[in-house]
């Protein structure tokens, strides 16, 4: 891949563009089952690595504005001029983000697992999940060690075996150092106030035992989104897409169908 472009999978040809966003432990292998789904359904599906991980390079500054560049460089290499951008935790904050600078490319936001700000504003929240997620690093554990501890404690009471063992694997093979990055990068989040200039129309989906982005969070997030739609997926949990995938596919489903034609043709 150019040292330009972060790494990506895609499929179909449709000109109706939907694109994928992982979360922090994640990469673009993590949504193979619902780029497969969408396909067959006439989409063109694709999902990125994000800066650092998978087939991307390391950014020089792992911040918000690098992640937004890199994402945009990634839509003007394949030539979509408007997308549906559905992101995951992490990859929600990178869809916010995107969306309050570059919202003439976007035909729809799907927000999942994730919230508009991070912690709480006197920084104590920030300080103590910093040292949660990266003690075990300090103390000379690695990704894989420390893998899945981490799915574990995030996931619901039913996940699919095997959507918890492909998180498990795509957490694992994260790089340290990149982790480290996307962990500090996470706690100064805040795009609070860009919510009520969303003008596109958005999902908001949450899972119902999720204690990292919890539904009564995400539910005052939807309605802060002008016309956002919110869904809260029984027995998910974090990781709702490789969890619960036929019910999160469902939704993404339900969604889409509402969009008419001309919202991937730009004006």
Not at 9 to 22: K, Q, W
Not at 244 to 254: I, R
Request: proline share 7%; aromatic share 6%; charged share 20%.
């Amino acid at each position: 891949m150019s040292a330009l472009l972060p790494g990506w999978i895609e499929s179909g040809r449709s000109p109706r563009a939907v694109l994928f966003l992982h979360g922090v432990g994640g990469g673009k292998e993590l949504w193979r089952r619902q780029i497969d789904h969408l396909v067959r359904r006439g989409y063109r599906a694709i999902a990125w690595d994000a800066p650092g991980y998978g087939d991307s390079p390391m950014p020089a500054r792992f911040d918000w504005p690098a992640l937004r560049q890199a994402l945009l460089r990634l839509l003007d290499h394949l030539a979509v001029d408007r997308v549906v951008l559905v992101g995951h935790s992490m990859g929600g904050m990178v869809a916010q983000d995107f969306a309050a600078e570059h919202q003439d490319r976007l035909a729809a936001l799907v927000l999942s697992g994730t919230s508009p700000a991070f912690g709480s504003p006197d920084g104590a929240f920030q300080q103590k999940f910093l040292a949660a997620r990266l003690g075990p690093l300090d103390a000379g554990g690695t990704m894989a060690d420390l893998a899945p501890d981490i799915v574990r404690e995030v996931i619901g009471p039913s996940a699919d075996p095997d959507g918890v063992a492909l998180a498990t694997e795509a957490m694992g093979r994260v790089p340290d150092a990149t982790y480290r990055a996307a962990i500090a990068a996470l706690v100064t989040f805040d795009r609070r106030a860009a919510l009520s200039g969303i003008a596109v129309p958005t999902l908001v989906i949450a899972g119902e035992n999720d204690r990292n982005a919890a539904p009564a969070m995400m539910e005052r997030m939807a309605a802060r989104i002008p016309h956002a739609r919110y869904v809260c997926l029984p027995h998910a949990g974090h990781l709702a897409n490789v969890e619960q995938p036929a019910a999160f596919e469902a939704a993404l489903d339900g969604f889409l169908d509402t969009l008419e034609p001309s919202a991937w043709i730009s004006d």
